[in-house]
């Protein structure tokens, strides 16, 4: 066949393939071994030098076009399939990651997130004060002076003072300097949990040097025990998830309370989980409370005959313990990947009340 007709009718042919497979049946129809094209190209070598002359570049100017054409086709087909694709695949972000789980939330975060959504549904906001405090903040403003033996029953972590030093600094002890910053930075009314580390020269399989605590306070005009009971009892029935559980309010002592009580959660040994009167069996120390010291409240500038306020601090990870079940509080900062792949919760799981806090459980 001539080239004259045989370049339209193979540019008719690649522009007519209209898939990848298609196009190449052309192009190995017309540049493969045995291709049309190809075919013309071999009588090149048995034509006359005049002849070759004149063909010479109408033959290759007939192989360039079809490969031009080739190439221009195969780039179309590609981007109308990637378009296809395109318009054809869905990715729906709101659907629950199917991903593996490859990291978890630590028990004492979740326990942490746990009671900010709790308190935060009863009007409570987050506080937070240093870790590296001074001894005023830590002990003095929270009416437990220098030669107060509390100061000795905390084991504390003091700094070496430098001659000079004005304060004498210190790990704290407790969430308690909290309430002491909060009440000389804002003014009543008062709602504020502060969770955070705090640290403690101690360690067995129930104590550990550093530790976690959740402190809370409230300052208002007119606050009571009655009060201080009603918002234990609510979140000690959220955070454990039963629907009654019994409370037992124990005399005790702080310097920074006046009266002070410790709560003891009852427990019933047939469901080993907190529970209303009738069942409960045990009873568990869960945290120290008590109406503000009316010396405190003045050491932050306020009027003690105004307000009054009650005063709360627990172990993050004690409550940690006794909702899911460990043992050996050392085991929270082992960083062993097998506890943690055992007791962490999943990140997807954000505890929300309505959702249940704990989401799903040990996940
Ligand atoms: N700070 C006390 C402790 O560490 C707990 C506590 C806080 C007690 C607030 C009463 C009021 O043991």
């Known amino acids: 066949m001539h080239t004259d007709t045989l370049q339209p009718e193979i540019l008719g042919q690649i522009a007519a393939a209209a898939s990848p497979e298609a196009l190449e049946a052309v192009r190995v129809a017309a540049m493969g071994k045995s291709g049309s094209v190809t075919a013309l190209l071999k009588t090149l070598g048995g034509m006359t030098p ?39 695949e869905r990715q729906d972000m709101t ?21 900010a959504e709790i308190f935060a549904d009863m009007g409570f906001s987050v506080a937070t004060g240093p870790e590296i405090e001074d001894d005023w903040h830590n002990f003095s403003a929270l009416n437990i002076p220098e030669s107060h033996p509390a100061r000795a029953m905390h084991d504390t972590f003091y700094f070496p003072q430098q001659p000079g030093d004005e304060k004498r600094m210190l790990l704290r002890t407790h969430t308690s300097p909290v309430q002491i910053r909060t009440m000389m930075t804002q003014a ?24 976690h605590q959740i402190e809370g306070l409230v300052i208002d005009r007119g606050t009571t025990l009655a009060q201080l009971r009603w918002t234990l009892e609510t979140f000690i029935k959220a ?20 009266p002070s009580v410790e709560v003891d959660v009852g427990y019933s040994s047939q469901t080993n989980r907190p529970a209303g009167a009738g069942e409960v069996d045990r009873w568990l120390e869960v945290l ?15 009027d003690p005959e105004e307000y009054q306020g009650f005063a709360f601090g627990t172990g993050v990870d004690r409550l940690a313990m006794l909702k899911y079940g460990m043992t050996d509080l050392r085991a929270f900062f082992d960083a062993d990947l097998r506890w943690l792949k055992h007791h962490g919760f999943s990140a997807f799981d954000v505890p929300t009340l309505s959702g249940g806090v704990s989401g799903g459980l040990g996940a």
């Open 50 to 88: 005049e002849q070759r002359q004149t063909e010479g570049p109408k033959l290759n100017g007939l192989r360039e076009a079809v490969a031009a054409a080739l190439a221009a086709r195969k780039a179309e087909l590609e981007a109308a399939a990637l378009n296809a694709r395109l318009a054809a």
């Open 239 to 258: 955070f454990f998830e039963v629907d009654d559980v019994a409370l037992r309010f124990r005399p005790s002592y702080f310097p920074f309370t006046e």
């Open 288 to 302: 120290g409370s008590g109406m503000v010291h009316p010396r405190v409240i003045a050491a932050c500038g306020l």
């Open 95 to 115: 659907l629950p990651v199917a991903a593996p789980r490859t990291g978890t939330i630590h028990p004492v975060s979740q326990v942490m997130d746990e009671l």
């Open 188 to 211: 009543p009314p008062i709602r504020i949990i502060a969770p955070g580390r705090v640290y403690r020269s101690d360690s067995d399989a129930t104590h550990t040097p550093m530790f």
